[in-house]
């Protein structure tokens, strides 16, 4: 059986950490890279629930998009809500790997499967994040807006309509609205991420684009099903679990 160290290498070589952005903290981040891995807990973050989940299932590993340690720590209390999620991973004995913007930046990542999920293609990858989508025909606004709610699982999706029909569609999971001004360059006329800044919203109304902000998680948890899949094909011996709290939408095998 592999151990940790082992899916650390694998998810390294496929997700580089060269791809992260410069502030970011990604890969094996808490745990112990020497245990035997019989089975993985994918989730999109590593909550007080998910680990609770991964201890219900006799995991030993999570592997998550969002890091379980973003800043750096100068103290780990279990009287913050950073610190009760290491020390309950630690005395659980789970290990934790996060591949967060580097999974965002990876053709095959999380934009590829958020583009998949909802329009049906991979797209054309940009340079600094997101990818752009054509449709095969032109679609009304309120038609694609419910296409995107079922793909998603979202219900509560804030929109502004430009009164333009989608063909040409700039998507970015996460907190992607700085996409707007690369969207409105290159002729796109509706852009879907999972949050837009309220300055934003303004420029991109008055840009003439349709907005879609599917939320955070609806937009990036996509990407899970095909973290999982991935591991299953290279670790056939390990039993790869999405989680059940957070949800799941595989969109197939990416990279």
């Not at 997700?15 to 890969?27: I, K, T, W």
């Not at 934790?96 to 054309?124: Q, Y």
């Not at 040409?168 to 690369?182: L, P």
Request: charged share 20%; glycine share 10%; hydrophobic share 40%.
């Amino acid at each position: 059986m592999p151990n940790v160290a082992d899916i650390s290498a694998f998810l390294e070589e496929k997700v580089p950490s060269s791809l992260m952005e410069s502030y970011d903290n990604v890969g094996l981040l808490c745990g112990f890279p020497e245990q035997e891995v019989t089975r993985i807990l994918v989730v999109l973050d590593v909550t007080l629930e998910a680990i609770q989940e991964a201890n219900a299932l006799g995991a030993e590993l999570i592997v998550a998009h969002h890091p379980v340690i973003f800043t750096p720590m100068r103290q780990i209390l279990s009287t913050s809500p950073e610190g009760r999620r290491v020390i309950l991973l630690l005395k659980s004995g789970l290990s934790a790997i996060c591949l967060h913007t580097n999974l965002d930046r990876l053709e095959g990542g999380v934009n590829t499967a958020l583009a998949r999920a909802v329009v049906g293609e991979e797209g054309e990858m940009l340079p600094e994040i997101g990818c752009i989508c054509r449709l095969p025909e032109k679609m009304r606004m309120p038609l694609f807006l419910e296409q995107t709610r079922e793909a998603l699982g979202a219900l509560d999706m804030r929109y502004h309509d430009a009164g333009r029909d989608v063909e040409s569609v700039a998507v970015c999971g996460g907190a992607g609205g700085d996409i707007i001004y690369t969207a409105a360059k290159l002729g796109c006329d509706t852009v879907l991420t999972g949050e837009i800044k309220h300055h934003q919203w303004i420029d991109g109304a008055e840009l003439g684009l349709n907005l879609i902000e599917g939320g955070h998680f609806a937009t990036e948890n996509v990407v899970t099903g095909v973290l999982a899949e991935l591991l299953r094909r290279e670790y056939p011996e390990v039993d790869v679990c999405l989680s059940r709290l957070q949800g799941s939408v595989s969109q197939g095998y990416g990279f």
